[in-house]
């Protein structure tokens, strides 16, 4: 069954550096997602993609993240200059139509 | 601004105990209401989504319901296997796909 993969599992970084997620969502699908949970919180949506570009954004995704998709395959969020706030979950989803599917997330942690 | 709530926070079931969990939402035009389920550590997995008030799916023990101010999941003679936090999370016609969660509702059956 296809599925949504997420690339590291686990990220550990120093305050103010900055970091790629990588994401390589189900083939077929057209749109394309960032959220983040924050440990015991929401699932809280971040971005969307389509056609490619930003599609929608949250007040969360401020001019610290950004996403590409450099190729036919991948997708990345990228966070510049990160804060100890930003520690969480990152989940990247697809969907083909309404039916978002969700990978396994990265687990973000910063020092 | 489109709402999700989850009751009860935290549900503990016998093995075989029947029961139900409630998503009440308020939403500027529903496109669909998604329920998934989310194990510890992992990505959301998809349930099932609902369009339209009076629908109803299933699989396997569950069970999920629609009104037009909140859905239900009903459990069946749960497994404890079934143990998970379960996800409620709504999309709005006219925006780009994102989801709005709730905070979820975690059940522990108990063999």
């Known amino acids: 069954e296809p599925e949504v993969t997420q690339t590291p599992s686990h990220q550990v970084t120093q305050m103010g550096q900055e970091v790629i997620l990588r994401c390589v969502p189900i083939s077929n699908h057209l749109y394309f997602y960032w959220y983040r949970q924050i440990l015991g919180q929401k699932v809280e949506f971040l971005v969307s993609f389509y056609n490619n570009e930003i599609s929608e954004k949250s007040e969360i995704f401020d001019d610290q993240f950004s996403v590409e998709r450099p190729d036919g395959s991948n997708f990345t969020l990228k966070i510049r200059s990160t804060k100890l706030e930003d520690s969480a979950m990152y989940f990247c989803?697809?969907?083909?139509?309404?039916?978002?599917?969700f990978g396994q997330g990265t687990r973000l942690t910063v020092v | 601004e489109d709402q999700v709530t989850q009751s009860p926070e935290a549900l503990r079931l016998q093995e075989g105990e029947s029961s139900s969990l409630n998503c009440s939402y308020t939403?500027?035009?529903?496109?669909?209401l998604f329920w998934y389920r989310q194990d510890p550590g992992k990505g959301p997995e998809f349930l099932f989504t609902?369009?339209?008030a009076g629908e109803e799916k299933e699989k396997e023990r569950l069970k999920a319901t629609l009104t037009k101010k909140e859905s239900f999941l009903h459990i069946t003679a749960p497994k404890p296997e079934d143990s998970a936090t379960y996800l409620c999370a709504v999309q709005s016609s006219g925006n780009t796909g994102k989801l709005i969660f709730g905070q979820g509702t975690t059940l522990q059956v108990k063999p």
């Open positions: 989803a697809s969907s083909r139509r309404t039916e978002a599917f």
């Open positions: 609902l369009y339209s």
């Open positions: 939403v500027s035009g529903l496109r669909g």
